[in-house]
């Protein structure tokens, strides 16, 4: 818990109002790692901030964040950002953008060159129905049929379960990337559709038998209908390289194909994970990871919030490469990547972003606190250097 005292002293410090004395209670504070720890969640829940990154060396954060705090104290200058953070009391509603701290790195003046505007992404996918048809769903274009409507920024199946076992009729839907879509399942199952993925599923469950849906590939969240209220009815999530059985519970399955490693992630309830001829069951707040070259898997404590805030608008980068977090904002944004320069692909951040961002501002900050030299926007493609 924090102290009344050394609260005003770290928002004086976000606003850069903090005194020598007042740098030096926190810079003794910060020496306890677990008020590093108290420190990084209070910035996560309590500011709304504007339109930046923050960049926290994983193995040296602590020291790193003491060293600018003592350079500040020598100076009692600090650089300003171009828009100040605002105290919230109360964290309302997740619309934090980011946020950033400078650790010594020199202002690049280099002009960015940009050719075109890249367009954030948005509510879109294209819907095949069993016999073939593609329908494309997006804001303004309306779809209904016999098992499932849409509104183009959302598909809704009926609430149907087949009493009798007959053949399985199957839709997929494909979201492209620089897009997004919500699904829920005859079953009222809920499944949110990250950028470039796909998932296959029935249009009806067969009552009495196991619910099963396919990730083809991609990420998706899941808030699965309890098996209690289907008659006890088991729901798993297939993927070509591990099957996820639940009886009701919420989680989230990163898979795409891009990447060389599965990553599920359990938000509340049980799933048993399987592949080749391993099982591992996941708790609360558990990440599997399942390594698809040596297919070893790895189950770790995590914050479930960086694996699903994508969800409800946002994108939480917790120690993530820039590498890493270009290649997420690649597929939101639908452009391509290059990176002129190996070494800054493994520049490390904790930040919070706005899907609604536009990608220049972002591009704008990464290069004018010194992380990248320039950039430039041509043909849909970024150029990092």
């Known amino acids: 818990m924090l102290s009344t005292k050394?609260?005003?002293?770290?928002?004086?410090?976000?606003?850069?109002?903090?005194?020598?004395?007042?740098?030096?209670?926190?810079?003794?504070?910060?020496?306890?790692?677990?008020?590093?720890?108290?420190?990084?969640?209070?910035?996560?829940?309590?500011?709304?901030?504007?339109?930046?990154?923050?960049?926290?060396?994983?193995?040296?954060s602590s020291k790193k964040l003491l060293a600018f705090i003592t350079k500040e104290k020598q100076t009692i200058r600090v650089r300003r950002f171009r828009n100040y953070l605002k105290y919230a009391a109360v964290f309302i509603g997740l619309v934090m953008v980011g946020y950033f701290y400078n650790l010594g790195k020199d202002i690049s003046t280099n002009t960015p060159i940009i050719v075109e505007s890249i367009q954030t992404g948005k509510d879109k996918a294209t819907l095949t129905l069993e016999n073939g048809t593609i329908v494309s769903l997006e804001k303004g274009a309306s779809f209904n049929n016999k098992n499932a409507q849409s509104n183009g920024e959302k598909l809704i199946y009926l609430n149907n379960t087949n009493k009798e076992p007959k053949k399985i009729a199957y839709n997929y839907l494909t979201v492209p990337r620089g897009g997004q879509f919500y699904l829920k399942l005859s079953d009222e199952t809920q499944v949110w559709l990250n950028s470039e993925s796909q998932l296959k599923y029935p249009v009806s469950f067969t009552k009495g038998e196991i619910r099963v849906v396919e990730l083809v590939y991609?990420?998706?969240?899941?808030?699965?209908?309890?098996?209690?209220?289907?008659?006890?009815?088991l729901f798993k999530v297939h993927h070509k390289d591990q099957d996820i059985q639940?009886?009701?519970?919420?989680?989230?399955?990163?898979a795409y194909k891009d990447e060389s490693n599965i990553y599920t992630t359990l938000v509340e309830g049980k799933v048993a994970v399987n592949f080749k001829e391993t099982?591992?069951?996941?708790?609360?707040?558990?990440?599997?990871?399942?390594?698809?070259?040596?297919?070893?898997?790895?189950?770790?404590?995590?914050?479930?919030?960086?694996?699903?805030?994508?969800?409800?608008?946002?994108?939480?980068f917790d120690e993530k490469s820039l590498f890493e977090i270009m290649r997420v904002l690649s597929r939101?944004?639908?452009?391509?990547?290059?990176?002129?320069?190996?070494?800054?692909?493994?520049?490390?951040?904790?930040?919070?972003?706005?899907?609604?961002?536009?990608?220049?501002?972002?591009?704008?900050?990464?290069?004018?606190?010194?992380?990248?030299?320039?950039?430039?926007?041509?043909?849909?493609?970024?150029?990092?250097?």
Do not use: R
């Open 218 to 233: 991609g990420e998706a969240f899941f808030d699965v209908s309890p098996s209690t209220n289907h008659q006890g009815s």
């Open 246 to 254: 639940v009886l009701g519970t919420t989680f989230n399955i990163k």
């Open 332 to 385: 939101w944004y639908d452009v391509k990547v290059v990176f002129k320069n190996d070494k800054i692909k493994e520049e490390e951040f904790i930040g919070v972003l706005s899907k609604n961002q536009n990608i220049e501002d972002i591009l704008k900050n990464i290069k004018n606190f010194g992380l990248v030299k320039s950039y430039s926007i041509k043909d849909k493609t970024i150029t990092l250097e």
């Open 279 to 316: 099982q591992k069951n996941l708790s609360p707040n558990d990440q599997l990871s399942l390594d698809l070259e040596t297919k070893t898997a790895i189950v770790q404590k995590v914050d479930v919030y960086n694996a699903i805030s994508w969800k409800d608008g946002v994108f939480s």
């Open 6 to 60: 050394i609260e005003k002293i770290i928002t004086k410090y976000l606003l850069n109002q903090a005194s020598f004395s007042e740098l030096e209670a926190l810079e003794l504070w910060l020496l306890d790692s677990e008020n590093e720890k108290i420190f990084k969640e209070f910035i996560k829940t309590n500011y709304l901030i504007d339109s930046s990154l923050l960049k926290f060396n994983t193995s040296l």
